[in-house]
Each structure stands twice: as structure tokens, then as C-alpha cells.
């Protein structure tokens, strides 16, 4: 094993990229980033009943759209390939063949039947073909029988072993079964797969989830058994729910790919995922991809399970929002706006939009959602809001409204703010008595943004057209 820095991130094909998944793929990069390192892409495709039609270009799109770049994998030529588990099955045949020669593994011919009634018992495998010679098992095996290789496991004893995040690890040699190395499909299991691979491929630094924490014992005696240099290890602590379970689909969206669909932006999952598990050491929230390259260490990951809190990522994206340039928000809100069919806008309208609707953009669709009068004429009032504001008084006090308006040259939002208070001073009424129904006949809503602003951008055609259209139309309230 050379000096470099080299981790992999090493996902199944079997569906959308879990949150999970994205914070171990995005610890693996920062990782090898800040050391100056590699980092891998690697499918693990030995189980194939589980794989996904699309899945790894799935999973490839979703890693590029959040920056997290790799050096060698599928699609990236290196010279520790292939990069698909599928695709290297004589290698892990010849690994499994070589240790049943040196008597670390054997040949088991026991039936499905048998095994299933074992786990019916809820039993462990009982080591039952062990005690076959090697004789008898090499003679079964070469007629033919169907059968799978398994490692032999100490029966007494223990491993321990340091773990960057969990200091020193001790497991019991009794809690480990004589675990299948190569099923009779020739395909490997997991196990001997992934010790194969990050031997071959110079892996210098595991960083995975903890919840293969108990496989270390089965992994460390492959290395042990083939005499290899064994990676550093660290296990994340557990992603979790708010009430402490494991983070599953159960309780919400848990792949990356519904946040990116519900206008999430990158930067802010990446922000909200780094957190999840690592802290700098102050109470500084807000990090770019570059300050987590910069700050990134495996001995700032704690051990205890790190709660998923979706006000938190709420609150990220909403400073990520407002980071952002009003040209860099309209080409990110465009296409929202578009699947609404909302199409007939200039560009630089739209930044005048969303300069006014910013903070109050906690998604990127709530743009279209809270402030779909920007982009066409009401199509329904508030209810609430009419029965308050839209009596016969206040059509009579928006008809005025009206009157002032249209003799107004300049329509900005100083003017129409002045032209408003000196009428309601004339009237001698508060101001918030035209403000409200007028802000209710302009955009069909009670709240918004700055009113004056609003009707500005606006301009003054359509101003005029929907007061009109509030003060003919027969209300109900």
C-alpha cells in the first residue's frame, strides 16, 4: 500500500441515493480532498436480485448535480479497474479457491431446506459441513454438487481492533458466523467482495456507516488470512429520526433526488448533510464545499447517532437562498415556473421578483407557490381576507384608490406609497385601510412582501386592471 490517501464510496444498485449514502460518499471526498488523496466510485452489484434497471446512472447524475466529483470509477478510466463488482467475479473466485486450499475455508453442500429451518429455529449456522474432510468436500465439489464456500470462523477468542471514530473495538469470535465467502452462482458475498477489492484497488481508509461495524471481525480475519495490510477503519455514527429511530423511508424522503425535485439547493444539502455526524468546533453553521475541504477531519466525526431535522435543513436552504445572486436564483426557478406553464416573463422581471420574494423563499417552488400574481391575474381571493377587507366601504375607498392612481406619470414605489398615504390623510382613515384591500385585490392574498414594491414591479397596467376587476366584481361576503 502506497502513502496516498485513497477511499471509495461503494453503493448497490438498487434504487436512489440515500441520504445515508450521500453523507458517506460526501465524508470519503472531503476526506480524500483535504489529504490531497483519490477518491473511488465503486458499485457493488454481487446481489443481483436487488439491482435497479438505471440506478447507477441514477446514482452518478445525483453525485455530479452535487459536486462531488470522483477520480476513477465506472464511467472514469484508473488502473485498479473494472469498477463493477459484476464484472471481477474470477478474481474473487481465485481468493475464495485459495483460502479453502490453506484451510481457512471450506466447501458446504448444505440444502436451502436445511439452512431455512435453522433460521425457522433461529439458529446460527451450526458449522455442520465443517467436519467434512477435505478430501470428501474437494471429491462433492468437483462432481458437481451445488455448493457455497464459507470462512472458517475461531470458535473462542476475540478481535479487537482501533476505530478512528470509536477508539478500540472488541468483538467476540462467538457473535461471528462461519460466513458464506461465494454463493453457488459464483457471485461473492459482500464480505469477501469488498476485502478483495479495497486490497486490489490500494484503499487506505474505510468510511463507512456504523452499521458495519459487527462485519469488522469477518473482514479483519480475510486480511489476516491472506496476509494483507489492513486499511484504517471509521464508522458514522446512525442517521435518525427526531424520535431517535434509524432514519428509514418510513418516516419521509430519504433519497437525495426528492429534495433536489422539491427545490432544495445543493449547496444546502451538502451544508445540512456535512453536519449530520461532523462539527468544526465552534458554532459556525454555514459551510461551502471548499471551507468543508478545507476543515474536514475524521477526529471532529462524533459516535452518537445524528437526528435528520428537516427545520434545520429548512432554515440552511433559506441562507443559501439568500447568498445567492437574484440572476443565479431566476435560472434555478425557471424551470418551476415553466411546469406551471407560467412562461410569459422576462428575465429581468423575473429578478425583480425574486429580489422582493428572497426571504421568503424557504424552497425554490414557493416562489411560484406564494407568488403566483407575479405571473398572472388572480384566479382566486383569500376568503378569510374578504370577508375582512372587501365590504362595500372598501370598494368605495379602492375606487378612489383607483382615481389617483391612474393620474400618476410616475409609477414607482416612493410615488405610490406617497400618492396611498396623502389620500387615506385626506380621508382621515389609517393607511392599512387601503393597504390591505388593495394588497387582496392585487394578488388575491392577506401577506406578502412590501405592498409598494409589489405593484411597482407589477407596473401599471396590471394594477389598474385588477383593482377594476375587484371593485365590478359581486362579492360574496
Known amino acids: 500500500m502506497g502513502n496516498q490517501v485513497r477511499v471509495r464510496f461503494a453503493p448497490s444498485p438498487t434504487g436512489y441515493l440515500h441520504v445515508g449514502g450521500l453523507r458517506t460518499a460526501l465524508y470519503n471526498y472531503l476526506f480524500a480532498r483535504h489529504n490531497g ?7 457493488e452489484d454481487t446481489d443481483q436480485t436487488r439491482k435497479v434497471e438505471g440506478a447507477v446512472e441514477n446514482l452518478i447524475n445525483t453525485l455530479r448535480w452535487i459536486g462531488i466529483d470522483y477520480d476513477e470509477g465506472p464511467d472514469r478510466d484508473g488502473s485498479y479497474g473494472p ?15 485459495d483460502l479453502v486450499k490453506n484451510d481457512h475455508a471450506y466447501y458446504c453442500f448444505c440444502s436451502s431446506e436445511r439452512l431455512q429451518q435453522l433460521r425457522a429455529q433461529q439458529r446460527a449456522y451450526d458449522r455442520y459441513c465443517r467436519s467434512i474432510s477435505k478430501e470428501e468436500a474437494q471429491t462433492r465439489a468437483e462432481k458437481g454438487e451445488k455448493h457455497v464456500i464459507r470462512m472458517k470462523v475461531p470458535t473462542d477468542g476475540e478481535i479487537t481492533f482501533e476505530d478512528v471514530i470509536r477508539g478500540r473495538v472488541t468483538i467476540s469470535f462467538q457473535m461471528v458466523d462461519d460466513q458464506v465467502l461465494l454463493k453457488s452462482d459464483g457471485f461473492p458475498t459482500y464480505h469477501l467482495a469488498v476485502v478483495v477489492d479495497d486490497h486490489f484497488m490500494d484503499i487506505s481508509h474505510i468510511i463507512r456507516g456504523e452499521e458495519w461495524l459487527s462485519s469488522v471481525p ?9 496476509g494483507w495490510n489492513v486499511p484504517v477503519m471509521a464508522h458514522l455514527p446512525l442517521l435518525l429520526n427526531p424520535d431517535k ?8 424522503d430519504v433519497a437525495v433526488e426528492e429534495y433536489r425535485q422539491k427545490g432544495y439547493l445543493k449547496e444546502a444539502i451538502i451544508n445540512f448533510i456535512a453536519l449530520l455526524g461532523w462539527n468544526p468546533g465552534d458554532d459556525r453553521e454555514i459551510f461551502f464545499m471548499e471551507d468543508l ?3 474536514f477531519t475524521l477526529e471532529r466525526v462524533g459516535k452518537s447517532g445524528a437526528v435528520f431535522n428537516i427545520e434545520k435543513l429548512n432554515w440552511l436552504n433559506l ?15 425557471e424551470p418551476y415556473l415553466h411546469a406551471k406553464g407560467y412562461t410569459n416573463f422576462r428575465k429581468d422581471y423575473l ?29 382566486s381571493y383569500d376568503q378569510t381576507g374578504v370577508k375582512k377587507y372587501l365590504n362595500s366601504e372598501a370598494k368605495g375607498l379602492l375606487a378612489k384608490l383607483l382615481t389617483r392612481i391612474l393620474s400618476l406619470k410616475d409609477f414607482t414605489h416612493t410615488s405610490i406609497e406617497k400618492t396611498l398615504r396623502e389620500l387615506a390623510d385626506e380621508l ?15 394578488t388575491g392574498k392577506t401577506g406578502g412582501p412590501g405592498l409598494f414594491e409589489l405593484m411597482e414591479i407589477l407596473g401599471k397596467e396590471t394594477v389598474v386592471r385588477r383593482l377594476t376587476v375587484a371593485i365590478e366584481k359581486q362579492w360574496n361576503a
Request: aromatic share 10%.
Open 37 to 43: 488523496g483519490k477518491f473511488i466510485l465503486r458499485i
Open 218 to 226: 469477518k473482514h479483519l480475519l480475510l486480511y489476516q488470512y491472506f
Open 245 to 252: 429511530s434509524k432514519l428509514s423511508k418510513r418516516q419521509g
Open 351 to 379: 429578478v425583480k421578483v425574486i429580489e422582493l420574494m428572497k426571504e421568503r423563499m424557504t424552497v425554490l417552488p414557493d416562489l411560484v407557490e406564494n407568488g403566483d400574481y407575479f405571473f398572472r391575474d388572480p384566479v
Open 83 to 97: 469498477y463493477i463488482q459484476s464484472q471481477r467475479l474470477e478474481l474473487y473466485k481465485k481468493y475464495a479457491e
Open 293 to 295: 475541504i478545507k476543515e
Open 319 to 333: 441562507q443559501h437562498i439568500k447568498l445567492k445572486s437574484n440572476e443565479e436564483l431566476a435560472e434555478l426557478v
Open 428 to 442: 382621515q382613515i389609517k393607511a392599512s385601510k387601503l393597504i390591505h384591500p388593495a394588497r387582496l385585490a392585487i
